[in-house]
């Protein structure tokens, strides 16, 4: 008697306990919870796993039309001396950063002086790789192009290349781009931000959920050495166009812009 009743006790815990899932899986609190619940047990499980969790952020009524340059700002600061800037340190001509489970690994390649130009060349390589189980798709990107003088060239456009790419749960995807500078030598870093389509159990935001990834600042050096260089500041507000990417239920609609910094000789 005793165990058919604990049985009924089991099975009545259970079907609750399958109630509330499902219901945190359709409201946007139960969401965040359960994902927040999900990052904290696989980082307990596997500790070399741990990654920068940065900020998610959501739209407020599901019609909101979230835009990435506001998630961009919404993102923690980046500290000078920490590991992805390492300002006044010497920075190899790569680096590898996981934002939310998106690593972003950057390489960069000496291609020469360009021909009558006192302007040298580099080519960059850039691979995304989703080492969580959510979906995702790359919306825009802001990069940050600093000579040997602290001179910065800030770059906002969408996608990479013109492509917006969705990464799967284990998937990757690469691209190379190039960019000059007036100097031989400098440092570039940035971020890209990305939309979640799918989180990690396979349930869909009901709202607009994205994020910034960054991208670890790397060495524009003549011979592929590390070197240390300038960090280089972002260009004050008002000088890029704020938005130059809208988005509306993904379709992504801008153009990229870019501002040069002058500096006055002393």
Not at 9 to 37: E, S
Not at 180 to 207: A, V, W
Not at 211 to 216: D, Q
Request: glycine letters at 10%.
């Amino acid at each position: 008697m005793g165990a058919a009743r604990d049985a009924v006790q089991l099975g009545l815990l259970l079907a609750f306990f399958a109630i509330g899932v499902q219901w945190m899986r359709n409201t946007d609190g139960g969401q965040q919870f359960l994902f927040a619940t999900r990052q904290y047990i696989l980082e307990l499980l596997s500790p070399e796993h741990k990654t920068l969790r940065g900020t998610t952020t959501k739209a407020s009524s599901p019609g909101e039309a979230l835009q990435p340059e506001a998630v961009r700002k919404a993102a923690p600061a980046v500290r000078p001396e920490g590991h992805e800037m390492k300002c006044n340190e010497e920075i190899p001509a790569y680096s590898s950063v996981t934002s939310n489970k998106i690593q972003i690994f950057a390489q960069g390649f000496y291609k020469g002086k360009v021909h009558d130009s006192d302007e040298h060349w580099w080519m960059y390589r850039i691979e995304f790789k989703n080492t969580g189980r959510q979906r995702v798709q790359l919306l825009t990107r802001h990069w940050l192009f600093v000579d040997a003088n602290g001179k910065t060239t800030e770059v906002k456009g969408p996608g990479a290349r013109g492509m917006t790419p969705k990464l799967g749960p284990g998937r990757s995807h690469s691209y190379e781009s190039g960019t000059p500078l007036k100097t031989d030598r400098g440092s570039m870093y940035g971020s890209f931000q990305f939309q979640i389509l799918k989180y990690e159990d396979g349930s869909k935001p009901l709202r607009p959920h994205m994020f910034s990834a960054r991208v670890g600042r790397l060495a524009l050096s003549p011979d592929n050495a590390p070197i240390t260089v300038p960090c280089g500041e972002e260009t004050p507000e008002g000088m890029v166009a704020l938005t130059s990417v809208f988005v509306t239920d993904r379709v992504i609609v801008g153009v990229t812009s870019s501002f040069q910094q002058s500096i006055s000789p002393d």
